[in-house]
């Protein structure tokens, strides 16, 4: 899968989870939404693509959630 369509993909989950109140809790479950409907391949692709660019992309919540939630994401 291309990173530009996996980092639509995740600005878009990024989109649902902002709007949450707390934004400790939207990172949280925002990192477990991936978890749980991404294949581990999109996963470290993501993975990579932040590793080589810094997230560029990304908006802050995504990185935010998926840099604070690494280990349990790889």
């Given at each position: 899968m291309k990173q530009d369509h996996l980092i639509q993909m995740a600005n878009s989950i990024g989109d649902f989870f902002a709007a949450m109140p707390d934004a400790e809790e939207a990172k949280g479950d925002l990192a477990s939404h991936i978890h749980r409907f991404?294949?581990?391949?999109m996963r470290r692709s993501i993975f990579?693509?932040?590793d080589q660019t810094g997230g560029a992309g990304?908006?802050?919540i995504v990185l935010q959630a998926l840099l604070g939630?690494?280990?349990r994401l790889l």
């Open positions: 991404w294949e581990p391949r990579e693509h932040i990304l908006q802050p939630h690494r280990t």
